[in-house]
């Protein structure tokens, strides 16, 4: 009977691949973050940051499979359904030593894969590939797949362009766009992950630099959210404290792909609409080192995203003195000066609306007060003349009598 396993699978995967099928993911074509630099907006040696991973969310299998744990022992020949919707089965062509020897998550497991195309063609082969279980350092189908060998045991798996390489393909290896693929595996080893504290420092660059650099390869392809995943590893180990001596040269080296990881998690992030989180990459990129031009750019966008005008235009500007050259943070400054100036002149006028138009109505009343003063004065002196006129002939009847 054909086992299943509850596995969480991508809720936006399909979603964040599809909308970017035909478009590149690079924020340089997209008019995003990384156009604020003239050279890729991505540190040094580093592609675009990534976009949406699309698949950081997740969902358990039916309720009726959830406690399964399927066991391939005896099953030889028979068709795993690994997620309980067939597009990713595994089979298990010579039986390795046993359930107990299956690997953990956050292991090195070493496999021999043979890749091919569902028809056969050959797409690559690898003796010795090495990743860690669980970290996404390689396609979904073989993160979820390897977990059910067991030491020497020998699969084949047939995954469907969802947990391979989806809608867009992928140039090296060179898989079609919704290929897919059939996978034979060999479980050759698996062992605990070296402690981070006894990792002598230029190991510990190179492990955060691997981590950050699979990180850059999902965001190229529109997973954002793995690329978080990606780089939030390779920051846990920069982050990581150390037992063995470190010299000033290697704390530079881990605090440089540190605020590497950062930046690009901010794109990430951004990419997600996930603002808050976006301004805090920023923002800790920034405390390491204020004058990071990349930084103050995206710390500028995610400000304005959120109506925070005055203070993005105080970000940018600071970019920009930095970097006067810089054309991209040209556009965007007077973009949004423009579209701040607009704003206060709309809260004016609907301030003015709402207060009854004050200065129009101070205008009219001060001729209406100056006509009525006008109009006492001429009747007071009318009186007075009439008055004096009265007495003065008055005076003179009496004279002639």
Request: net charge negative; charged share 30%.
């Amino acid at each position: 009977m054909t086992d299943r396993v509850e596995i969480m699978e991508s809720d936006s995967h399909d979603n964040a691949q599809s909308a970017k099928k035909n478009s590149k993911t690079s924020l340089l074509d997209s008019g995003e973050d990384f156009e604020v630099l003239e050279e890729e907006d991505i540190d040094d040696d580093e592609p675009p940051p990534l976009e949406d991973a699309g698949e950081g969310k997740v969902k358990p299998t039916n309720s009726e499979n959830a406690n399964a744990d399927p066991d391939p022992t005896g099953q030889v020949d028979e068709w795993l359904d690994v997620l309980g919707n067939g597009q990713l089965k595994k089979k298990v062509l010579k039986e390795g030593e046993g359930r107990d020897s299956r690997p953990q998550k956050g292991q090195n497991v070493k496999i021999r894969l043979k890749t091919s195309l569902v028809d056969g063609t050959l797409v690559e082969e690898k003796p010795d590939l090495s990743f860690t279980l669980g970290d996404g350092d390689v396609i979904q189908a073989l993160d979820l797949t390897v977990q059910l060998m067991a030491m020497g045991e020998e699969a084949l798996i047939q995954t469907d362009a969802k947990y391979a390489y989806g809608a867009r393909g992928s140039l090296e290896p060179a898989v079609p766009a919704n290929a897919e693929l059939s996978l034979e595996v060999k479980l050759l080893e698996a062992t605990d992950a070296p402690d981070l504290e006894l990792l002598p420092p230029a190991e510990k660059i190179a492990l955060a630099s691997q981590k950050r650099e699979r990180g850059n390869a999902h965001y190229q392809r529109g997973d954002y959210a793995f690329a978080v995943n990606s780089y939030s590893i390779a920051l846990q180990i920069t982050e990581s404290s150390s037992k063995v001596d470190i010299t000033p040269e290697e704390e530079e080296g881990l605090l440089d792909v540190k605020v590497k990881c950062l930046n690009n998690m901010a794109a990430s992030q951004l990419k997600l609409d996930h603002y808050d989180a976006a301004l805090k990459s920023c923002v800790s990129a920034l405390e390491h080192q204020p004058d990071n031009i990349k930084a103050l750019f995206r710390m500028g966008k995610v400000l304005a995203l959120q109506g925070e005008y005055t203070e993005a235009i105080q970000t940018l500007r600071k970019a920009l003195k930095l970097e006067p050259s810089n054309k991209t943070i040209h556009a965007e400054l007077s973009k949004l000066v423009k579209k701040h100036s607009e704003q206060r002149g709309a809260e004016q006028a609907m301030y003015k609306k709402m207060l009854g138009n004050p200065s129009d109505n101070s205008s009219t009343q001060k001729p209406r007060a100056k006509s009525s003063w006008g109009l006492s004065w001429k009747w007071l002196f009318g009186a007075t003349a009439v008055a004096i006129g009265g007495v003065a002939l008055s005076v003179v009847i009496a004279a002639r009598n």
